[in-house]
């Protein structure tokens, strides 16, 4: 598509000086969520993968890149340990397939588990104690961090010893887990990671002023004892760290909980993965018994980018056009103002959506709105001065 000639547009009180370059025959991408008219110089931005123009309304966006997410693991974890020469086929962002051969025998299989306080024998029943107490409180420091004070529990309204354990949990709000074992008579209380550095600390609160639950009477700390947990890096993250070194920054994995994720590395327009292919040195580990990132398996997911759309293009140089209109469809055969000859414009009149400034700075250039319009040779009267361009 050919750029017209350069003419100066000037008949509307935006254009303080300078000729423009005008295409004359651009598509306004259809917008089926549009609430409002896009009203006369608006900031637009180019959509690369349709070559359309939308308004620019994001200086920052939400970036994903392409994926692949496999399908559950077909095995389990330790069975990789076995493997001293393993390898898969994967291709990224339309770049040759590549085989990655991985040596995952030196990973740790202890099974991995969390750390515990197991109190002493229960001191009180129901009625004979804990249901008298509106105040009871304990200190817990979990998974080496801070101390912290749980205070002001209520337990007049317990029948049973589970609902003193939900009582407490709900005070804990996530630090850790209460339990009560009916058969041995005792609460414990369980981290919720897992791994050496898991565990569970019970203390009185220092000067506290409530009923101290963890003595004898109550949890009974004094007669219980503390079982730290076991394993070591999360098993499917060491499995991870193997395969990501030997794709060497071609692409990304990562593990989510039953299953490989296989990431580009790339957020621009085209940015993709492949499906797994089988691996010709050792074991292939592409398939249903390990990674099993197969096609009919795995599940592609397309990059969600920027694709353009947060780097002005142009300005929108025509009558408004209604919300109806880009919700039905493209908008056909629109000009729009694409560049300049030092064209300084009244930036009072430019239009900027979703409550953009001209300052607000394009995180994926660093440059701001503003400059960004000032390399298209299109100038706002702040930055010219007596027919020059104000130095930067």
């Known amino acids: 598509m050919a750029l017209t000639a350069k003419v100066t547009v000037d008949s509307t009180g935006i254009?303080?000086?300078?000729?423009?370059i005008m295409k004359d025959d651009l598509t306004l991408k259809q917008d089926g969520g549009r609430a409002t008219a896009l009203a006369p110089y608006t900031v637009l931005a180019?959509?690369?993968?349709?070559?359309k123009y939308v308004p620019l309304e994001d200086v920052d966006p939400a970036v994903i890149p392409a994926s692949l997410a496999c399908g559950a693991i077909g095995g389990t974890l330790p069975e990789f340990a076995a493997l001293s020469s393993a390898s898969?086929?994967?291709?990224?962002?339309?770049?040759?397939?590549?085989?990655?051969?991985?040596?995952?025998?030196?990973?740790?299989?202890?099974?991995?588990t969390p750390g515990y306080f197991?109190?002493?024998?229960?001191?009180?029943?129901?009625?004979?104690?804990?249901?008298?107490?509106?105040?009871?409180?304990?200190?817990?420091?979990?998974?080496?961090?801070?101390?912290?004070?749980?205070?002001?529990?209520?337990?007049?309204?317990?029948?049973?010893?589970?609902?003193?354990a939900e009582i407490i949990n709900n005070a804990l709000v996530g630090l850790a887990t209460c339990t009560y074992d009916y058969d041995g008579d005792y609460f414990r209380f369980i981290s919720n990671s897992e791994g050496e550095t898991s565990s569970v600390v019970l203390t009185a609160v220092s000067g506290g002023a409530g009923t101290d639950i963890t003595a004898a009477g109550f949890l009974n700390v004094a007669g219980g004892s503390a079982t730290a947990g076991t394993g070591g890096e999360n098993l499917g993250q060491s499995i991870v760290d193997i395969?990501?070194?030997?794709?060497?920054?071609?692409?990304?994995?990562?593990?989510?909980?039953?299953?490989?994720?296989?990431?580009?590395?790339s957020t621009e327009y085209g940015s993709a993965v492949s499906y797994l292919t089988a691996g010709t040195t050792g074991t292939d580990i592409s398939g249903a018994s390990y990674l099993n990132g197969l096609t009919g398996t795995g599940v592609l997911t397309a990059?969600?980018?920027?694709?353009?759309?947060?780097?002005?293009?142009?300005?929108?140089?025509?009558?408004?056009?209604?919300?109806?209109?880009l919700v039905a469809d493209d908008v056909e055969n629109r000009k729009i103002l694409v560049g300049g000859d030092l064209l300084v414009l009244d930036e009072d009149k430019v239009v900027l959506e979703n409550s953009l400034d001209l300052d607000d700075v394009i995180t994926s250039t660093g440059q701001t709105i503003?400059?960004?319009?000032?390399?298209?040779?299109?100038?706002?009267?702040?930055?010219?001065?007596?027919?020059?361009?104000?130095?930067?």
């Open 46 to 51: 180019k959509e690369a993968s349709s070559g």
């Open 303 to 325: 990059a969600t980018t920027a694709d353009g759309e947060n780097v002005p293009a142009g300005i929108y140089w025509g009558s408004s056009v209604t919300a109806a209109a």
């Open 370 to 392: 503003r400059e960004a319009l000032e390399k298209m040779g299109i100038y706002t009267r702040d930055n010219y001065i007596n027919g020059q361009v104000a130095p930067v």
């Open 118 to 164: 197991t109190c002493g024998a229960n001191g009180s029943a129901i009625g004979a104690g804990w249901d008298a107490l509106t105040d009871a409180e304990l200190s817990i420091a979990v998974d080496g961090a801070a101390t912290v004070d749980i205070t002001g529990m209520d337990f007049t309204d317990a029948t049973e010893f589970g609902q003193i």
């Open 88 to 112: 898969f086929k994967i291709g990224f962002d339309g770049e040759a397939v590549i085989e990655v051969v991985c040596d995952f025998s030196g990973i740790d299989t202890v099974e991995d």
């Open 15 to 20: 254009v303080l000086s300078g000729a423009g």
């Open 243 to 265: 395969i990501n070194a030997e794709l060497a920054g071609r692409g990304e994995c990562s593990f989510d909980g039953d299953k490989f994720i296989f990431w580009s590395n």
